[in-house]
């Protein structure tokens, strides 16, 4: 099953309204990343998170890193219509073999 | 520098024929993998290498093959073609990791249909 749990699978936002996806998993995460894929593309690499309880930003992007380095977010404040894509996380956990997982992703749909 | 480059961009087999999707880098980065895209299914790892002459298996290592001679080079080969691997292949490469996964850098994609 899948390691890396990302939620949710699909969300349609109005332009100006924000954002969040999640990445959960059961396992202490050693670090974890986040892609951006726009339709028809492919994962451009985005950020990537190490130390417990990490916050990030990039413009209206916040990324952060749980306290247990189980979970992570990713938050755009004020979508635009240039958001649009699939979101994953991925990340890498002694239990993985150090193996980098990626999560199932999440589709953002923005409406102008 | 071109990056990381996948060819061909789109390939339509038949069921049981085979074939190899070309993947080369260059940046010289010494980690190397294969990933399968399917709808709700995320990207999942089939084969990976670490370095030229070392590879290792993925989530999804079965009906596939690789071999890394070189730095520059990552081939995956499919053995026999069936429905199920109709996908999006991407190629992905980075530095070698020290603590957990590096930024990885992936191809433009092969959009592969097996009837």
């Known amino acids: 099953g899948q390691q890396v749990m990302q939620i949710p699978q699909y969300q349609h936002v109005q332009e100006g309204e924000d954002f969040t996806t999640y990445c959960n998993s059961s396992t202490t995460l050693s670090n974890i990343q986040w892609y951006k894929q726009r339709p028809g593309g492919h994962p451009v690499f985005l950020i990537q998170?190490?130390?417990?309880?990490e916050v990030k930003k990039q413009k209206r992007l916040t990324f952060q890193f749980g306290e247990a380095k189980k979970n992570s977010s990713l938050h755009i404040t004020a979508t635009q219509t240039t958001d649009v894509g699939t979101y994953f996380c991925a990340a890498t956990s002694m239990e993985y073999g150090n193996k980098l997982v990626f999560g199932a992703g999440t589709i953002l749909r923005v409406k102008s | 520098n071109a990056g990381v480059t996948q060819t061909p961009k789109f390939q339509v087999l038949k069921t049981g024929q085979s074939m190899t999707l070309q993947c080369a880098q260059d940046?010289?980065?010494?980690?190397m993998s294969w990933y399968r895209q399917d709808p709700g299914m995320g990207l999942r790892l089939i084969h990976y290498s670490v370095g030229a002459g070392i590879t290792d298996q993925g989530e999804v290592p079965n009906g596939y093959n690789v071999s890394r001679s070189t730095t520059e080079d990552f081939p995956l080969r499919l053995l026999s073609a069936a429905p199920s691997q109709t996908s999006v292949y991407f190629c992905?490469?980075?530095?070698?990791?020290?603590?957990?996964?590096?930024?990885?850098?992936f191809g433009p994609g092969t959009r592969l249909t097996v009837l």
């Open positions: 998170l190490v130390k417990s309880g």
């Open positions: 940046m010289n980065h010494e980690y």
């Open positions: 992905a490469s980075s530095y070698r990791q020290i603590y957990g996964a590096r930024e990885q850098f």
